[in-house]
T-cell receptor, first 116, second 110 residues
Framework: DTAVSQTPKYLVTQMGNDKSIKCEQNLGHDTMYWYKQDSKKFLKIMFSYNNKELIINETVPNRFSPKSPDKAHLNLHINSLELGDSAVYFC???????????????FGDGTRLSIL | RKEVEQDPGPFNVPEGATVAFNCTYSNSASQSFFWYRQDCRKEPKLLMSVYSSGNEDGRFTAQLNRASQYISLLIRDSKLSDSATYLCVVNTDSWGKLQFGAGTQVVVTP
């Protein structure tokens, strides 16, 4: 019973392609996130949705577009992939009532994206 | 200056020994603090939250010093399975935006 699951686990593709990564959580959490971990192992937040509403949108290229069809799903679509997009992308979720932020986040096991 | 800074290590620790390391944060308005653990090529997993009065979870003790803006983690009686990267995580706003440190690597040796 995986709590936060993301697919695919590995994604190898060519520069210029468009790809999507899917994330689903079965924890009943209200908030979901996308993070990027680069080769230096630094985790940086990209986006966050609370009940399908975008609440965090960091400075990422607009080639990256999150989509949340419902609060249990947050997908990440990437257009025109570039070499610098190679990284591990983690989805996470938390039970985050509005105005409170002391809840820990639960992470999926990551999608390793390699651009050729 | 990074929002969350950690000594990258590695801290090489003999099995059974104690190891401690700190993390500093720059935003004095930060409200929530956590230690996460990340094994090689795996996802981060919550180790423990850090409370104002300090807290302990088995062999792990976390402390928060708001005046000096740092948190610490102490691991007693280190096990081989404690080998991992420990991520200091600070929540700086009301929407769950976590700032991660780059991690402190701990290697426990037999």
């Amino acid at each position: 019973d995986t709590a936060v699951s993301q697919t695919p686990k590995y994604l190898v593709t060519q520069m210029g392609n468009d790809k999507s990564i899917k994330c689903e959580q079965n924890l009943g959490h209200d908030t979901m996130y996308w993070y990027k971990q680069d080769s230096k192992k630094f985790l940086k937040i990209m986006f966050s949705y609370n009940n399908k509403e975008l609440i965090i949108n960091e400075t990422v290229p607009n080639r990256f577009s999150p989509k949340s069809p419902d609060k249990a799903h947050l997908n990440l679509h990437i257009n025109s992939l570039e070499l610098g997009d190679s990284a591990v992308y983690f989805c996470a979720s938390s039970q985050e009532p509005k105005g409170m932020s002391n809840q820990p986040q639960h992470f999926g096991d990551g999608t390793r994206l390699s651009i050729l | 200056r990074k929002e969350v800074e950690q000594d990258p290590g590695p801290f090489n620790v003999p099995e059974g020994a104690t190891v401690a390391f700190n993390c500093t944060y720059s935003n004095s308005a930060s409200q929530s603090f956590f230690w996460y653990r990340q094994d090689c090529r795996k996802e981060p997993k919550l180790l423990m939250s850090v409370y104002s009065s300090g807290n302990e979870d088995g062999r792990f003790t976390a402390q928060l010093n708001r005046a000096s803006q740092y948190i610490s983690l102490l691991i007693r009686d280190s096990k081989l399975s404690d080998s991992a990267t420990y991520l200091c995580v600070v929540n700086t706003d009301s929407w769950g935006k976590l700032q991660f440190g780059a991690g402190t690597q701990v290697v426990v040796t037999p």
